[in-house]
């Protein structure tokens, strides 16, 4: 292979995995604002509850997403 070629060549992975990479960290920021918004819209709701239900809709949308994904990783290993 001329060493032009070689060169583009290079230049065109490096580019690759660059944006490869970037899309990889983009899609986990984005999971994790998209689950803290869906989150933060669950407890705006809970002022709509009646009293006695109030702290329990607090309760259940206020998970971490860190919590959420280790609930959610463990419920994917068990399943068959």
Same mark, same amino acid.
């Given at each position: 292979m001329p060493q032009t070629l070689r060169t583009n060549w290079m230049k065109n992975v490096t580019?690759?995995?660059y944006l490869l990479l970037v899309c990889v960290l983009v899609?986990?920021? +984005? +999971?994790?604002a998209v689950y803290d918004n869906v989150q933060r819209n669950n407890r705006q709701e809970c002022v709509s =509850? $009646? $009293?006695p239900q109030y702290d329990e809709c607090i309760q259940r949308s206020s998970k971490s997403y860190e919590e959420y994904e280790r609930?959610? +990783?463990e =419920?994917?290993? +068990?399943? $068959?």
């Open positions: 580019k690759t995995l899609a986990g920021c +984005s +999971s994790k =509850v $009646p $009293p609930d959610r +990783s =419920v994917l290993k +068990s399943e $068959p």
